[in-house]
């Protein structure tokens, strides 16, 4: 199979291991796309295992690669980061003026209703085009698991419960758990998926998946108590809710931190050790 | 002594320790003035040392505090970092379209000539004016060290080597050391100081001031082999031929590494354990 051509932005050393950023032009999205890479020493680990991470709105792949401080224990674990844009990119590309909606607030999903279902595959893209590319062009252990933020939360919960025998475990950094139930969720998904057609959200949203589960694959949620966005945006409490009893999963409400990168960036290290675990 | 206001723009809660961003007016400098701020958990450590951190051309106080992942070590080691902005900034104050001179290029001196002479005196600001600020605002434990990158890592230098019973240790990333002999140096210095007044650049070179030194601060440097600035435009040759061979200076140049963040954060943990050691 030829491989398609991948255009090299950036390539930093990094924790002797590598950060990279690409630029490619994907088919189910129609448009030009970025991502970031990180690798670590490839030649004390010529084939890691793979952790996806989503961001969140109106993020990039940059915020994770520049704020997260992620390279440090991937580096030591030798797991390699794939980073995904949060959305199609363009002036050609439907939007929105607000930050929560159109380019920039993907929600990782597949839209169906116009303008938006001509550009915004986001699923399709990341499970299908995006990692059929990587696999391409690098080489990885097979194992994969799946990680994000807010709206990228959110993403890492879907795709992880969607593909339960895919990705050996699902963590996230406060995430929209409950989008069916939130004003960030209804907005997006009225607009992608359509007001009428609600029984299709139930497809696109972790309070459902999570009921529907046939494999239990493990999952570690960290959220923090001075978050603004926790109660009306989040709403971790009817996620657990609609948890089973048994269901593997590790939540942590932290005292005192909020939603932002520092966040993040305090507890990166305990969800590397918690993928770790399970490739 | 009343305290002088201090408006508070951030509060993050980061490793446990907290992340704080002001701003304030400047006397010395004739304008307002960003710093950033990362203090320890105060119940653990409410006297904590203190370390400046010098940003490079064309940084303010966020890239450090958002990119090299200090703030990890400095909680476990107890370690409060000031972070201050690298120039004067404002409609009203002096600029250069070009990166290396004028608003972000501050070069941590007390400039002479006109026009720069009315808002460039960032060696005053920080030993003097923010210095007092922030010790009427917050509590430390009377032990300071000073680290830096590319501009900010010869600020620290010069700083350090001028106030040798001040910093009880001095470290820097990717420093112009030389900066009488470099590009970036020689438009500062012409521009800030005078092209006439060569004898006063004397006073703002690491690699002058560490031939003249009554006491020896340690000094830690970390180089990337592969900064693309690294003979051009930091010279490291010529200070290390200045420094006497007893000189208590560990110097790094580490393959593959260039002049990014990414390296600034490959080897942050290393230069607070160094400063933690000589506090």
Redesign the interface.
Same mark, same amino acid.
């Given at each position: 199979m030829p491989k398609k051509p991948l255009e090299q932005l950036e390539n930093?050393?990094?924790?002797?291991g590598t950060?990279l950023k690409y630029r490619h032009d994907s088919a189910v999205l129609d448009c030009p796309m970025t991502f970031s890479l990180f690798l670590p020493d490839t030649h004390k680990f010529p084939h890691p295992p793979l952790l996806w991470w989503l961001s969140g709105l109106s993020s990039t792949d940059d915020n994770f690669t520049?704020?997260a401080?992620a390279?440090?224990t991937a580096a030591e674990l030798g797991i390699a980061i794939l980073i995904p844009d949060t959305s199609p990119r363009g002036e050609h590309v439907a939007d929105d003026p607000e930050y929560d909606l159109g380019q920039g607030a993907g929600f990782y999903l597949d839209a169906t209703e116009a303008p938006w279902s001509e550009h915004y595959q986001m699923y399709r893209y990341l499970t299908e085009e995006l990692s059929d590319l990587i696999k391409q062009h690098f080489t990885f252990s097979g194992k994969e698991a799946i990680s994000g933020h807010s709206m990228g939360g959110h993403g890492a919960l879907v795709i992880g419960l969607k593909n339960p025998t895919r990705f050996s475990s699902i963590s996230a950094f406060a995430p929209i758990l409950s989008p069916s139930q939130v004003p960030w969720g209804i907005r997006a998904f009225t607009n992608y998926l359509g007001k009428v057609n609600q029984i299709s959200w139930k497809n696109w949203d972790a309070s459902e998946l999570i009921q529907a589960v046939t494999y239990q694959v493990p999952i570690l949620i960290h959220q923090?108590r001075?978050d603004p966005f926790l109660a009306e945006q989040l709403d971790p409490a009817y996620f657990l809710s609609k948890t089973a009893p048994d269901y593997p999963l590790t939540y942590h409400l932290v005292d005192? #931190?909020?939603h932002? #990168? #520092?966040?993040v960036?305090?507890f990166i290290e305990a969800h590397l050790r918690f993928h770790a675990q399970h490739f």
């Open positions: 930093h050393h990094s924790f002797g950060q520049h704020k401080g390279q440090r923090g001075q005192g #931190y909020d932002s #990168y #520092y966040f960036a305090s």
